[in-house]
């Protein structure tokens, strides 16, 4: 369907502008031919909205004559003879018209003023219909823009949407490949606690799921999913594994992708905790500065132990959900110290705000 033709808005506007057409047309034949002014209103404004449904088909021809497939030459030739053809179509339906109204005694002399004007209507046409050439042209060539532009935009869409999906399927594989070994060395070694691990890790895994399937949730809900897994791992290690939460009252409602923090603790415990005999506190921070949440995991480590931990897998699987969701708004950072290790997530701070994928509504 021709665009003009599509929205109701557009076409009303496209009338307005060929009835000022008209009453430019009309000027033009009363200065150049001394045809009275009502004469050639009369005349003129039927002509030009006449013709403006008729330059209508010039869209179709540029369609059908794109200038990707087909050469200058060849296309000026087709307009050329467009233009032609459908001037003298239109100077002769205006004539008609002429022959038309010269029956009313007002306008008798009509038709001897508009044979006159043939010359200058069929050059107004030609000119008329090579300027909607032009104008169709520059509309096709933004609407296919703007086309190309949304494809692509889908594309990365798509193309984001399925890496989030295959880094977010990443996190309980890796999840529960930790907490089975723990619960197989429990299971020899203190059957009540294995017992104990597995519901608390059934119970984990319902939370983690229904909020795994969300594409933000709270602060609160984060940290609260991160606790309980905590209390997994202390079944464990027992009164090694000690947890201090400092979570500001402001940034408990404020929205973050969900299981950020998971692969954090899980480090805290695996690279930091285990390796200590005495154990240690792990404390889980967040806080609003601005318009900026930073979300920050720290645990006691072992001064002898390795220092790659910024480079694991959970690390930059972190690292990869927050540059797909957020682009250089969001980062994570490694520190460590002779007898610490901190990771920080630094990310937009907005409680009624999505991240840019889920404002697309993406489910992942």
Not at 90 to 115: H, P, T
Not at 163 to 172: P, V
Not at 258 to 285: D, K, M, R, T, Y
Not at 327 to 344: D, H, K, M, Q, V
């Amino acid at each position: 369907m021709h665009p003009i033709l599509s929205e109701k808005r557009i076409f009303g506007l496209y009338l307005v502008v060929w009835l000022i057409a008209g009453g430019l047309l009309a000027l033009l034949l009363q200065s150049a031919g001394g045809v009275s002014l009502t004469d050639a209103l009369v005349l003129a404004v039927p002509m030009a909205m006449i013709y403006g449904f008729m330059c209508l088909a010039s869209y179709y021809l540029c369609r059908a004559f794109p200038f990707q497939r087909y050469d200058v030459v060849r296309i000026l030739i087709v307009h050329s003879i467009s233009s032609a053809l459908t001037s003298s179509l239109w100077v002769s339906i205006g004539r008609s018209w002429a022959s038309l109204i010269s029956q009313i005694n007002v306008f008798q002399n009509i038709e001897g003023q508009y044979s006159q004007e043939v010359p200058l209507l069929l050059a107004v046409g030609i000119s008329t219909f090579l300027l909607s050439v032009a104008v169709n042209y520059s509309l096709i060539a933004f609407r296919d823009s703007r086309e190309a532009e949304r494809q692509a935009m889908q594309l990365q869409f798509h193309a984001q949407e399925a890496e989030l999906r295959a880094l977010r399927a990443q996190i309980n594989p890796h999840f529960l490949f930790n907490s089975l070994n723990s619960i197989s060395a429990l299971t020899t070694a203190d059957p009540p606690a294995a017992r104990t691990m597995t519901l608390r890790l059934a119970d984990f895994l319902r939370k983690s799921l229904a909020l795994g399937n969300k594409n933000l949730v709270t602060v609160y809900d984060e940290v609260d999913l991160a606790t309980s897994f905590l209390e997994i791992e202390r079944v464990r290690f027992g009164s090694r594994l000690r947890i201090r939460l400092n979570i500001d009252e402001d940034a408990k409602t404020l929205n973050v992708p969900p299981l950020l923090l998971q692969p954090l603790v899980e480090n805290a415990v695996g690279h930091g905790i285990a390796h200590l005999v005495e154990g240690g506190e792990i404390s889980i921070s967040a806080t609003r500065n601005g318009g900026r949440l930073t979300l920050r995991v720290e645990n006691p480590c072992d001064p002898d132990g390795p220092r790659n931990r910024g480079h694991g897998i959970g690390i930059e699987n972190v690292r990869s959900r927050l540059k797909t969701l957020f682009g250089p708004e969001a980062r994570l950072e490694t520190t460590g110290t002779p007898n610490s290790y901190i990771a920080e997530i630094v990310l937009p701070a907005d409680s009624h705000q999505s991240a840019p994928l889920s404002q697309q509504k993406m489910q992942v």
